[in-house]
Structures are given as C-alpha cells and as structure tokens.
C-alpha cells in the first residue's frame, strides 16, 4: 500500500544506472528470505489489518532480521514496517499487535489519524520530502531522520521523525520516499554496496531529483500541519 513499492523501482534503477545488476526478491514466506539472505531489504507499510497478518508471517524471521541489522544491512522500514521492528503497536481499538522485538520501543494509536505532507530537516539527507498517513504514534531514543518541519512525524509531541541505527532507516515517509530523497536512497545501496565489494559508488547526476525534492520543499514548508479524525 501507499506506493512503497516505488521503492524498489527506484533503487533497481540507482544501480542500473551505475552498471550494478540488482536481483530483487518479494519474500512472501520466512523460508525464501532464509535460504538467499540479502544485502539491503524493504518492508512497506500497511493498515492495520494487513499488519497484522504481517507481522504473524514475519515472526520466524525475527532472528536473522534482527542480524542483518546488526551486521550492517541496508534496511528501508516503512511506517507498519517500522512499527512492527519495535515490541508492539496498540491499535485505537486497544488491541496491541506484538512486534518483532529488534529494537526496544513501542507505537501507540491515537485519536487523530496523522494525514499530511512530511517535510524534514536532516543534517545528513537535506531536506526530506514525502507524505504520511499513519494512525500509530511511535515512541524511541534512538537517533532519528531529522526535525519535523511540517506535518507530524514519529509522534505529535517529539517533533522528530523516524529511526536511524547502524544501516537501517525507519520513517512515515510514503511517496515512495526514495525517488524524490536521492541521498537516502544512495546511502542504502552505498553501504550495501561498499559492505559487498569493499568499493566506492559512483555519485549520479541528480539534478532533476533535487528540483523535484526542492519543488515540493518549496510548496510546503510554509503550510500548516493539519489534523484529521479518523472520520474525515
Ligand atoms: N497501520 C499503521 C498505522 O495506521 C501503519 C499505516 C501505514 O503503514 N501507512 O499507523
């Protein structure tokens, strides 16, 4: 849902573009992720019902997910995806849908469902550009993507969005997010790529994601956050 797929496009057309042959994997069982490993992986997002079906399919995984993080795989976690790295989502309806437990902390639901444009300010990746729809609102110490400029982002109170630890990005942003945020998607498949074959990647001509990435900086920065009930 929500586009996260895009994703995938974008990051098989970053190394295509460099002459890298990316071989891209949907993992619909444990087993097939188990028997290839990987060098970078994706989970999008989700409404809650498809979480928590996922989150029960991904369960026997946990144990090597959890070591690919801490081996310095490349991992882009989105929304539901995020949620579910941490140790439960409570759902509006009370109910808490377990995790998979790899980093300590929690996502709760609350009234308002976080609907909006997401613009972050962050010190390594620029200025972040997407959208998020998430009704969860997560609750960490670890270092994070950068400052909310406009829309929500983790939570309504930090005024910080996503997760950063080793390799592993987690974050609100849909859109898909890497298309638009060039320097995001470089640095996954950079550290995938220098973790494989020990080399540098070569920088891309990023001129028309950069003015895309600006245009939409530039048509929301000034925008108020809005907030929507779960009705609207
Ligand atoms: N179902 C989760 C929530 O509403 C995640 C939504 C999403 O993946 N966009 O918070």
């Known amino acids: 849902m929500y586009g996260d797929r895009g994703n995938i496009i974008c990051?098989?057309?970053?190394?295509e573009w460099r002459g890298i042959s990316l071989l891209i994997e949907e993992i619909k069982k444990p087993e097939d992720a188990r028997k290839t490993g990987c060098d970078l992986f994706m989970i999008g997002g989700g409404s809650d019902r498809e979480q928590s079906i996922a989150t029960t399919r991904l369960d026997p995984l946990v144990k090597e997910i959890k070591s690919w993080i801490e081996d310095g795989v490349s991992a882009l976690t989105i929304c539901g995806g995020y949620q579910f790295l941490g140790d439960y989502y409570e759902m509006k309806n009370g109910e808490k849908l377990k995790g998979m437990g790899i980093l300590p902390f929690y996502t709760k639901a609350g009234v308002n469902r976080l609907m909006t444009n997401l613009l972050v300010e962050s010190e390594q990746f620029g200025n972040v550009v997407g959208f998020e729809n998430h009704g969860g609102k997560t609750y960490h110490n670890y270092a994070t993507l950068g400052k909310v400029i406009n829309g929500y982002g983790n939570n309504e109170e930090s005024g910080e969005e996503g997760l950063h630890y080793h390799h592993l990005i987690g974050t609100?942003?849909?859109?898909?997010i890497l298309p638009k945020n060039p320097r995001i998607a470089d640095y996954l498949i950079e550290k995938a790529y220098e973790r494989k074959t020990g080399r540098m990647l070569e920088p891309l001509n990023d001129e028309i994601e950069n003015k895309t990435n600006q245009t939409v900086w530039e048509r929301f920065r000034h925008s108020k956050r809005t907030k929507y009930t779960n009705e609207a």
């Open 172 to 176: 609100y942003l849909h859109g898909p």
């Open 11 to 15: 990051l098989k057309k970053r190394c």
